[in-house]
């Protein structure tokens, strides 16, 4: 892959995972482009299938899931979701820069941050390790942490908010230069978490990286992402410019979110929780509008038939309610 920033192409991907009633899907017919040099946040509440189609960029998700359909393609390492074995170990910390979602949990407890940095090093043909050692303490401190002390830890010696840190660290040492971050605030604090949202911004500049922030948190993305991405019950219902998403939302989902977060409405009174719970894989509709059984706008055709995404400029809508409205 080229030293530059790659552009992500995922095209009508589907991933399933196998349950007892059979193999239901958890991202259905997603296609989504992040531009290369850009900042994508995708949001949903939990279980909306953010972690799947995040996971799919690696070709990493687990048995008993699968990718079902579709293509993620990345500019000079192909369709990821063809790649096996060795080239796609390769693919991984290399070209690819991953925080998992329990970064915070998944640090080896037996061996120090230090030796699973030059493990990772070592395991990606790193040759410069002192050079590594370098960068990852240069990382930790602009993270508000003492770089030494914390690559001589082992992880039940660091707080949760450390961890998640050294997880941010891990996937940005190599040098990747697509990001994929999981809710890599969720452990901090707000201080905290608005330096690391300064810094995430700041990375992503000085190297030219291409990033995709995966958060249920719509403030996460309202700092950081230069695009916002909206998935309910496995589609992708809104995309769009954060600034124009979140100032004019348009899908009936997207405007509940935006409305149950004070911050956004600007009054702690004037925010308004979204009613109901998010399907889960058995729940969530097969056919029609995955989002009806809580939308103020539902129509007759929203019980069987999906909506189809629409794009107006940079803006794309699936929902029959709005696209009648403005295309009629
Ligand atoms: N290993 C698995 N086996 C069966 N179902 C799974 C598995 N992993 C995830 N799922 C289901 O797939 C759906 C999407 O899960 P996913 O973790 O991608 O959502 P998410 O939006 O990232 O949610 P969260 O923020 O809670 O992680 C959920 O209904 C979840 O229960």
Do not use: W
């Not at 000079?76 to 070209?95: I, N, P, Q, W, Y």
């Not at 000085?206 to 993305?221: A, C, F, K, P």
């Amino acid at each position: 892959m080229s030293e530059q920033a790659p552009g992500v192409r995922i095209g009508g991907l589907t991933v399933v995972y196998k349950t007892p009633a059979g193999e239901l899907p958890a991202v259905r017919d997603i296609s989504l482009t992040l531009e290369p040099g850009s900042i994508t946040g995708i949001v949903g509440e939990s279980g909306s299938g953010k972690s799947t189609l995040a996971l799919s960029l690696l070709n990493a998700v687990q048995p008993p899931g699968r990718i079902a359909a579709g293509s993620v393609e990345i500019d000079g390492l192909g369709d990821v979701a063809g790649l096996k074995g060795e080239e796609l170990r390769k693919a991984r910390g290399k070209h690819i820069g991953y925080v998992f979602q329990a970064a915070q949990n998944s640090l080896n407890p037996l061996k120090t941050v230090g030796k699973q940095l030059l493990d990772l090093g070592r395991s990606h043909g790193v040759e410069d390790l002192r050079g590594l050692v370098r960068e990852a303490k240069e990382l930790l401190g602009r993270m508000g942490l003492d770089g030494t002390r914390v690559l001589d830890s082992h992880q039940h010696e660091l707080s949760g908010g450390m961890r998640q840190r050294v997880g941010i660290m891990l996937a940005l040492v190599l040098n990747a230069h697509l990001v994929v971050l999981d809710e890599p605030t969720t452990a901090l604090d707000m201080i905290t978490q608005a330096n690391i949202l300064k810094i995430v911004r700041e990375v992503h500049a000085e190297r030219g990286l291409t990033t995709l922030v995966i958060t249920h948190d719509i403030g996460v993305v309202a700092e950081v992402a230069d695009r916002l991405a909206v998935m309910y019950g496995g589609r992708l219902v809104e995309q769009g410019p954060t600034r124009e998403v979140l100032g004019s939302p348009r899908h009936p989902y997207t405007r509940g979110l935006i409305r149950a977060i004070p911050q956004l409405v600007g009054d702690i009174d004037e925010a308004q929780a979204l009613p109901g719970r998010p399907p889960t894989l058995a729940t969530v509709p097969k056919e029609g509008c995955v989002f009806r059984e809580r939308c103020p706008l539902r129509m007759d055709v929203c019980d069987d038939v999906d909506p189809e995404a629409v794009s107006d400029g940079p803006r794309v809508v699936a929902c029959h309610a709005v696209n009648v409205k403005e295309h009629a």
